[in-house]
């Protein structure tokens, strides 16, 4: 049964299809650092009891795990009511065909991906990044015959070179299936797609689905004074290098008088303000444990007036407001 939340739902573009606004990922969590069932399951049903109906994997998330997972918790829901994504590109072997957006890749790939999770067809399946060795138009094509094979309903990119999304929409025309939503990492302290392809998006009706809201979880303040025994900067070599700078880190003390003001949690008033973001469909979030995921939640909650949007703009600006303040950080 699911409580009595008022979660927002928001279109995919300009497709019919309704996703929560905050949706539930397996990046580095499920599979990875969260291997029990039991805890998987009570955060799903958590999400799901909220009105999270959009939920996020990825064939190389623990090597497949985190399809295994998150596909065992979600079978216990009307598949109607759910919206499941997945990419490929990433290798999942030492075969040097098991990789990349080649048509045989492809179509190995969304057949693994479908038994792993346990379901007929995939709502979303997203190529994980762009693969210079593969035409474009072999990847459309591919990409095109699963929609009608009816094993995917919508397809799209993630972490794509504007230039390399525009070129698959035209090729793919009015002709074959378009990608229709683009995943970026987008957070307060990566403001990168604000360059160029936010504008794009809108204008074009492409879905935004972003990760990464928390940049690794130094938005949440946890990494204020320092670096905690297991966390994720604490096991993530590669987060920590990007992510734990002495300036990001004071603006993000900056952001706590913002956040203190509003009465909130950093990590909600994060979430909030890219969910005030043109273009944004759906935010991805990741949860360790059940109050995690209720904590983000508050940021549905709140309301932020342009004299606030304008105060995080000072603190942590982006490319229309100042200085780049991001990291270009591509890892999910």
Same mark, same amino acid.
């Given at each position: 049964?699911?409580?009595?939340?008022?979660?927002?739902?928001?279109?995919?573009?300009?497709?019919?299809?309704?996703?929560?606004?905050?949706?539930?990922?397996?990046?580095?969590?499920?599979?990875?650092?969260?291997?029990?069932?039991?805890?998987?399951?009570?955060?799903?049903?958590?999400?799901?009891?909220?009105?999270?109906?959009?939920?996020?994997?990825?064939?190389?998330?623990?090597?497949?795990?985190?399809?295994?997972?998150?596909?065992?918790?979600?079978?216990?829901?009307?598949?109607?009511?759910?919206?499941?994504?997945?990419?490929?590109?990433?290798?999942?072997?030492?075969?040097?065909?098991?990789?990349?957006?080649?048509?045989?890749?492809?179509?190995?790939?969304?057949?693994?991906?479908?038994?792993?999770?346990?379901?007929?067809?995939?709502?979303?399946?997203?190529?994980?990044?762009?693969?210079?060795?593969?035409?474009?138009?072999?990847?459309?094509?591919?990409?095109?015959?699963?929609?009608?094979? @009816? /094993?995917?309903?919508?397809?799209?990119?993630?972490?794509?070179? !504007? &230039?390399? #999304?525009?070129?698959? %929409?035209?090729?793919?025309?009015?002709?074959?299936?378009?990608?229709?939503?683009?995943?970026?990492?987008?957070?307060?302290?990566?403001?990168?797609?604000?360059?160029?392809?936010?504008?794009y998006v809108v204008e074009h009706g492409v879905g935004l689905t972003v990760y990464g809201p928390l940049?690794?979880?130094?938005?949440? @303040? /946890?990494?204020?004074?320092?670096?905690?025994?297991?966390?994720? !900067? &604490?096991? #993530?070599?590669?987060? %920590?290098?990007?992510?734990?700078?002495?300036?990001?880190?004071?603006?993000?003390?900056?952001?706590?008088?913002?956040?203190?003001?509003?009465?909130?949690?950093?990590?909600?008033?994060?979430?909030?303000?890219?969910?005030?973001?043109?273009?944004?469909?759906?935010?991805?979030?990741?949860?360790?444990?059940?109050?995690?995921?209720?904590?983000?939640?508050?940021?549905?909650?709140?309301? !932020?007036?342009?004299?606030?949007?304008?105060?995080?703009?000072?603190?942590?600006?982006?490319?229309?407001?100042?200085?780049?303040?991001?990291?270009?950080?591509?890892?999910?």
């Amino acid at each position: 049964m699911r409580e009595m939340i008022s979660m927002q739902y928001r279109n995919l573009g300009r497709c019919g299809l309704k996703l929560s606004a905050l949706g539930l990922g397996g990046w580095t969590t499920f599979g990875d650092i969260v291997t029990n069932l039991g805890t998987i399951t009570a955060i799903i049903a958590a999400a799901y009891s909220a009105g999270i109906n959009f939920f996020d994997m990825a064939d190389a998330y623990a090597r497949g795990e985190s399809e295994r997972a998150m596909g065992a918790a979600l079978r216990q829901f009307p598949r109607h009511t759910l919206v499941l994504s997945s990419k490929l590109f990433r290798p999942m072997s030492d075969d040097i065909n098991d990789r990349g957006l080649s048509r045989k890749h492809i179509m190995e790939s969304i057949d693994k991906s479908l038994a792993r999770i346990g379901t007929d067809y995939l709502d979303i399946y997203l190529c994980h990044r762009d693969d210079p060795e593969t035409p474009v138009e072999e990847t459309v094509r591919a990409m095109d015959d699963l929609v009608r094979a @009816g /094993k995917i309903l919508y397809w799209g990119t993630s972490e794509w070179p !504007l &230039a390399k #999304l525009d070129e698959a %929409r035209r090729i793919a025309g009015t002709t074959f299936n378009r990608p229709q939503l683009e995943q970026p990492q987008y957070n307060l302290l990566n403001r990168r797609i604000e360059e160029d392809l936010a504008a794009y998006v809108v204008e074009h009706g492409v879905g935004l689905t972003v990760y990464g809201p928390l940049a690794s979880g130094l938005l949440t @303040g /946890k990494y204020d004074d320092g670096i905690p025994e297991g966390s994720r !900067l &604490a096991r #993530l070599a590669p987060q %920590r290098e990007h992510w734990y700078r002495a300036e990001l880190i004071e603006r993000v003390r900056r952001f706590r008088k913002i956040a203190d003001d509003l009465g909130a949690p950093r990590a909600a008033v994060a979430i909030a303000w890219l969910l005030t973001r043109p273009g944004v469909s759906t935010v991805i979030t990741g949860a360790t444990n059940p109050d995690q995921l209720r904590s983000n939640l508050q940021a549905l909650t709140l309301q !932020l007036p342009p004299a606030v949007l304008a105060e995080i703009d000072d603190v942590v600006p982006g490319p229309q407001t100042g200085p780049q303040g991001g990291l270009q950080q591509r890892r999910a």
